[in-house]
């Protein structure tokens, strides 16, 4: 198994591109957050104290194992960072101004064209097209980033 470094290091390789870095900060976590709030959508008949579940707690709950397994603190980060989007889920929900999973489709969509974009201006193709884990490592670029800035250790 690979460890966080060399995922972090072979994700890094196709990512030199200041445009193409610039256009991930944006859409990674567009993507991440247009696939948690359509996986929100899908209510399950549970309640655990009051809180009705939903497949996207159910799939963060794999996804936070997953990146326990990769780092013992870049996890934290990004579960913070899944919460956050289960919030804002539940926020969008509430106001009904728009449906949930329209807003995510349509954010997903465009969040796509501008990966491809971008991959296109650095001229190499997609980490996931090699490795679909590179999906999950992703989001753990970005916010291993984060963490340098703060002067923690990922």
Known sequence: M????QWLSEYGESHQDHTNKTIH?????????????????????????????????????LITIYYI????????GLLVFAIFCLWLC??????????????CI???????IGQFYGHHIEGKKPSFLKDIQFLLIGPAWLMS??????????
């Not at 976590?29 to 009705?52: D, M, Q, R, T, W």
Request: with cysteine; net charge positive; aromatic share 14%.
């Open 69 to 76: 397994t990769l780092s013992k603190t870049l996890w934290i």
């Open 90 to 103: 539940n926020l969008i929900e509430q106001t009904n101004f728009i449906q949930l999973w329209l807003l």
């Open 106 to 112: 349509i954010i997903f969509v465009a969040a796509w």
């Open 25 to 61: 900060w944006i859409c990674v976590p567009s993507i991440f957050f247009s696939i948690i709030g359509i996986l929100y959508c899908i209510k399950l008949p549970v309640e655990i104290a009051g809180i009705p579940l939903n497949v996207a707690m159910m799939a963060l709950i």
């Open 145 to 154: 980033f984060i963490y340098k800035k703060l002067g923690s250790k990922i």
């Open 2 to 5: 690979k460890t966080i470094q």
